[in-house]
């Protein structure tokens, strides 16, 4: 089991920014990722960073969001640029795959 802690949601007006940071309790971590899920909706990926760098995002959000991964303290970020009213949803931090680790999820609401 590991323990994520999770940070970064907030508010914000469509095309703004944010960040979202993610700790993990273990260095024992190959993938990491977000997820999110939407009202009403089931939750999806967003993007996966393996432990050598690579990456996989959702065509919602390519080029548009950014997963980076610090090795060495076990933290996956979320750059979420531009971002649009039907980002709105809670994101949630992940480790090894659906299967694996989560942590308690941080609301991301985009609006004027």
């Known amino acids: 089991q590991v323990q994520l802690v999770e940070s970064g949601g907030g508010f914000v007006q469509p095309g703004g920014s944010l960040r979202l940071s993610c700790a993990a309790s273990?260095?024992?971590?190959?993938?990491m990722g977000w997820y999110r899920q939407a009202p009403g909706k089931q939750r999806e990926l967003v993007a996966t960073?393996?432990?050598?760098?690579?990456?996989n995002y959702a065509d919602s959000v390519k080029d548009r969001f950014t997963i980076s991964r610090d090795n060495a303290k076990n933290t996956v970020y979320l750059q979420m640029n531009s971002l649009k009213p039907e980002d709105t949803a809670v994101y949630y931090c992940?480790?090894?795959?659906?299967?694996?680790?989560w942590g308690q999820g941080t609301q991301v609401t985009v609006s004027s």
């Open positions: 273990s260095f024992w971590v190959n993938v």
């Open positions: 992940n480790v090894n795959g659906p299967m694996g680790s």
């Open positions: 960073i393996t432990r050598a760098g690579r990456t």
